[in-house]
């Protein structure tokens, strides 16, 4: 009975920790970071809401994308990203982020490219 609680909480606690965090590829040491915002939305009690990111590049030398993440500020928010559009390989991206029900927004997004 003890091994199936211990093991429910670990479950429990590396879900937490792995939920507010989402990468797609991997930066490697020549990469640039290309992007660094703050995705915001404010909460509205008893719904979700939802905000789209998108990220594109208007120059002739534009970079491609290598790595792509996306973490909250604060655990306590655990919204969700989505990769819509675009991506690793591609001049461009386009996310969908989406809240628990009743909590706001707060995402950190980092791009990064060669």
């Known amino acids: 009975m003890r091994v199936i609680l211990l093991l429910a909480v670990f479950v429990t606690l590396v879900s937490f920790v792995l939920a507010a965090e989402y990468q797609w590829g991997e930066a490697g040491p020549k990469d640039y970071l290309m992007k660094k915002d703050k995705v915001k939305k404010r909460a509205i009690w008893g719904f ?3 905000k789209k990111y998108v990220f594109k590049q ?3 030398d534009a970079l491609t994308i290598t790595a792509i993440k996306a973490y909250d500020k604060k655990s306590k928010y655990d919204s969700t990203v989505e990769l819509v559009s675009g991506g690793l390989g591609s001049k461009g ?3 969908k982020l989406k809240s628990k029900r009743g909590k706001r927004i707060y995402t950190i997004v980092e791009i990064y490219g060669y």
Do not use: A
Request: no cysteine.
């Open 48 to 50: 979700r809401v939802t």
């Open 58 to 60: 208007k120059t002739v």
């Open 93 to 95: 991206v386009t996310l």
